[in-house]
Structures are given as structure tokens and as C-alpha cells.
């Protein structure tokens, strides 16, 4: 599923403007996933990396979870590895996990900019 009105348009191929019909639907689904009431870079990095091949509701459970848990990138990055990777458990593809715990280290060395 994609995340915006832009993306899902975009993959169909359309070319045509957007109908106003399409944004309102959009819209009325704001509520519906937790990362987008957010403009947080880390919530929505973490919302990206679990979304890839894993079904969004699975993902809305763990995101959850996990923003409670390490509600931010400095957070993330000094917990241990072996507890992200147990965190991870039943996503899949744990190099996900691991990637996200380098980035959020990196992230707090040199900031989002960096």
C-alpha cells in the first residue's frame, strides 16, 4: 500500500490531475495509522524501515511498541543491539533492525543533517 496520494499515483502511472474525490479519502484515513499524526523524523524513519515487505497493521503494532520504548534516536542508539533484535522478533528481516540501530547512531554522532 502506498503511503500518499502522490506515490500510489505515481505507480499506477497517472498522469492526469489528482480528483479532489481521491484527496478526501486520503484524508479520512489520516486517523487510521499513528505515524502519520507525526512530523518526527526518527517516528517516520522507523515507520519506513518496518514497512518494507511487512503488512501494515503488523507494522502498526511494533511501531507502537517500539516508539514507546525507544522514543527517539538517542534512545534507539544506546540500547544494545541484542535487545533491538529481540524487539524485531516476528517482522522478519532482522538487517532492518540492525540498520536502524546504526542509523540512529549515526544520526546522534553527526544529526539528521549529517
Known amino acids: 500500500m502506498a503511503r500518499?496520494?502522490?506515490?500510489?499515483?505515481?505507480?499506477?502511472?497517472?498522469t492526469r490531475p489528482v480528483p479532489e474525490r481521491l484527496f478526501a479519502w486520503w484524508h479520512a484515513q489520516d486517523g487510521e495509522l499513528p505515524w502519520r499524526?507525526?512530523?518526527?523524523?526518527?517516528?517516520?524513519?522507523?515507520?519506513?524501515?518496518?514497512?518494507?515487505?511487512?503488512?501494515?497493521?503488523?507494522?502498526?503494532?511494533?511501531?507502537?511498541?517500539?516508539?514507546?520504548?525507544?522514543p527517539t534516536a538517542a534512545a534507539l542508539a544506546a540500547a544494545p543491539l541484542a535487545e533491538v533484535l529481540r524487539a524485531w522478533q516476528g517482522l522478519g528481516y532482522p538487517r532492518r533492525a540492525r540498520d536502524l540501530h546504526r542509523s540512529a547512531r549515526i544520526v546522534v554522532r553527526t544529526g539528521w543533517g549529517g
Open 4 to 14: 500518499s496520494v502522490h506515490r500510489a499515483l505515481a505507480l499506477c502511472g497517472a
Open 37 to 70: 499524526r507525526t512530523r518526527d523524523p526518527y517516528a517516520i524513519l522507523v515507520c519506513e524501515v518496518m514497512s518494507q515487505q511487512t503488512q501494515i497493521e503488523r507494522v502498526r503494532v511494533y511501531w507502537e511498541r517500539w516508539i514507546a520504548r525507544w
